[in-house]
């Protein structure tokens, strides 16, 4: 990971407006995302955590500018991504591209891979002839693990690892710095999942690529990412390097969601597991104060009245307020959260 900053997200914010026969008198309004900042730089792989429905493909899509934000900038190598005209963002986009969720869903049907993987050379106009557009598909698809001579056939006659890796070769085939992947492995099996993992890790070497990588499976995230990014109902609850969150999380819900993981020995899955009760708020009528108060088994009557700010605690930042910000004395750290024996992920990963 390099100490320059290849994306600067500041105060990020999407609000969705949305039509009811609820909501008869005011439009409702869907808060996705709100008031997110951090930093990418380049050469890491940034995850994005949380449950689904958190904001996380939301916030994916506001970085590459796919959707416009109600109230924030991103800048991408020191441009303002708001501040550019459509041409200009046309040719910023050749620098930045996303490798989607669905496999299937993503590709054409109608197209052969060599034409799926063509477009954005044929969009941007990189070369002048067919023949070198072919010959840089079939570079594409070697690099990708997928035989040339397979380019003239169609997605349906691909496997869902397959076809994913079409998806990886079209998001290579403009060089860009940036990849944005939104759970590229989570509807693959778990054999084909470490395929495609070990392919990107060897892709981001190779191609000196930045990932910021959205899942929901914390093994994968643990697996790949240099950093981690917890949010929660469109709120960030915590950043930071990797193996700090997944050895001693600060935000209570962090650890709620590293207990949630399930554990591959069958005598230990009872062992520690505190699970969170009730349901997600609306996004639409988001809690007052901290928005996992009415989750939160740790929750005070502040909680429900301030709204807790991003802290520096221990090299990274953890959305605490004044009385959850770990303090030391004596005894050391003390918040109730943090007493406690730590996780059987913990206890592995030292």
């Known amino acids: 990971m390099g100490d320059k900053k290849l994306v600067e997200v500041n105060g990020l914010t999407k609000e969705f407006r949305v039509n009811s026969s609820i909501w008869k008198n005011s439009r409702a309004v869907v808060h996705a995302v709100t008031d997110v900042t951090f930093d990418i730089y380049e050469g890491e792989t940034l995850a994005l955590v949380g449950e689904s429905g958190c904001g996380k493909s939301t916030l994916g899509r506001l970085i590459l500018s796919l959707i416009e934000p109600t109230r924030g900038t991103v800048t991408f190598d020191g441009v303002n991504m708001q501040s550019l005209k459509s041409e200009q963002l046309r040719t910023m986009r050749r620098q930045m591209q996303i490798i989607f969720q669905d496999p299937y869903a993503s ?63 079209r998001a290579l085939a403009l060089n860009p710095k940036l990849i944005v992947c939104d759970e590229p492995v989570s509807a693959l099996d778990v054999s084909i999942q470490s395929q495609v993992l070990n392919l990107l890790g060897d892709l981001q070497k190779e191609m000196a690529l930045t990932y910021l990588f959205i899942s929901h499976d914390l093994s994968v995230v643990r ?17 930071g390097v990797t193996r700090d969150i997944y050895d001693k999380p600060l935000h209570p819900y962090t650890r709620f969601l590293l207990e949630a993981v399930p554990k591959p020995n069958p005598r230990l899955r009872k062992e520690d597991k505190n699970m969170l009760e009730g349901d997600i708020p609306s996004p639409v009528n988001p809690p007052s104060g901290c928005r996992f108060h009415t989750r939160c088994p740790y929750a005070k009557d502040i909680c429900a009245q301030q709204e807790p700010a991003l802290r520096s605690v221990e090299g990274r930042l953890s959305l605490l307020s004044k009385l959850q910000c770990p303090r030391r004395n004596g005894a050391g750290i003390f918040p109730p959260y943090l007493r406690a024996k730590p996780c059987q992920r913990a206890r592995d990963a030292l």
């Open 223 to 239: 697996y790949l990412s240099d950093r981690v990014c917890v949010m929660f109902l469109g709120k960030m609850c915590e950043l």
């Open 107 to 169: 590709l054409n049907p109608r197209w052969t891979i060599r034409d799926i993987v063509a477009e954005p050379l044929v969009t941007h106009k990189v070369y002048k002839t067919k023949d070198e557009v072919t010959a840089r598909v079939q570079e594409l698809l070697k690099k990708c693990g997928i035989r040339p001579e397979y380019m003239n056939r169609y997605p349906h006659q691909f496997s869902g690892g397959q076809r994913q890796r079409v998806g990886i070769a």
